[in-house]
């Protein structure tokens, strides 16, 4: 699994690849000093985790999160705990706090490397130019609320001005982005845009319904009722083969 460390104190990273060389299953492949330099080197190096600060000058991990399509697995390495019982509950993979302890960062590895869980990046996935599919996962944050979201999860995406609403378990955080913008992301064979208002994942689909005006009904195991709109309703029925 490659590693690339994100942290701006120079002794800080040292300690972490320290503790890490016991680790075969790791390979730490690059460091970053703040944001910008981590994005680079991730369009770069193509890590499978991330071991990420919080507090960077300039910009957070948090904003690193946000300019990522996919992100890796995530273990947050911070000083600063109010951030876990606040935002990150849930969902990061794990939150260590600093000074990093040799047998709490084995404790989480050793979990990682046997959740055999497929990463985002990982090197037998297809070229980073491929649009986002089910398998990959996504950084959400709505105010304090964070989640990492894997995309096979999220049944409906629905526009609310320049926000978007996402549907997953029971949560409907809204992200700033247009669903134009998000439909030229998402890979068509798990995702099709029903209307100028709704994107839904094909996989949740429970029941379809002909509706008014030559139009289509689909109601997903969510629960949620979503019209096909006529004019996208042939492409539909041909996708679907109906």
Known sequence: MKALIIDDERLARKELISLLSDTKEITVVGEAINVDDAYQKVLALDPNLLFLDIHMPGKTGFDLLEMLDAVPHVIFTTAHD?????AFEVNAFDYLLKPIQQERLQE???KLISTHIEAPFDSNKQPKSCKLSANDQVFVKDGDRCWF???SEVRLFESEGNYIKVFFDDNRPMIHKSLNALDEKLDDRSFFRASRKHIIN???IDKIEPWFNGGL???LKGGQNVEVSRRQASRFKELMSL
């Open 82 to 86: 109010e951030y876990a019982l606040q």
């Open 108 to 110: 989480t590895l050793q």
């Open 149 to 151: 979201v894997k995309l």
């Open 202 to 204: 094909l996989n949740w």
């Open 217 to 219: 009904m689909v109601q």
